[in-house]
């Protein structure tokens, strides 16, 4: 059963930098593809970025339009955790952030609704503002 624990959000100025970490357990991540997902309060759940299962390479990578060239997603296969690198914040970036995982091999991430994530960390709370 693969578990995902999210850390690293917090409290950062408009164009400040936070990196989110999604590491798992149960399961070797690399074999998954990634989301990472954020809901504002009232707003629903939108998809932020994600990255496909590992093929050696890291696995390819999506953005939504509104953090290509500000957030960068990465994968640690050693320590079986997946990175959302945050620059150039802004307030509209606030909210919980949550990693999560369809079941099984996923060559190509941009692909998956979001229904069909299956595993979900308990999510990280992101807030810009001055």
């Known amino acids: 059963q693969l578990q995902l624990v999210e850390s690293g959000g917090g409290l950062v100025q408009p164009g400040g930098s936070l990196r989110l970490s999604c590491a798992a357990s149960?399961?070797?991540?690399?074999?998954?593809?990634i989301g990472w997902f954020r809901q504002a309060p009232g707003k629903e759940r939108e998809g932020v970025s994600c990255?496909?299962?590992?093929?050696?390479?890291?696995?390819?990578?999506n953005y939504t339009d509104s953090v290509k060239g500000r957030f960068t997603i990465s994968r640690d296969r050693a320590k079986n955790t997946v990175y959302l690198q945050m620059d150039n914040l802004k307030a509209e970036d606030s909210g919980v952030y949550y990693c999560a995982a369809p079941p099984g091999i996923t060559p190509h991430c941009g692909r998956v609704p979001v229904s069909e994530y299956t595993y979900w960390g308990q999510g990280t709370q992101v807030t810009v503002s001055s």
């Open positions: 990255i496909s299962s590992s093929d050696g390479s890291g696995g390819t990578t």
């Open positions: 149960g399961m070797r991540l690399h074999f998954y593809g």
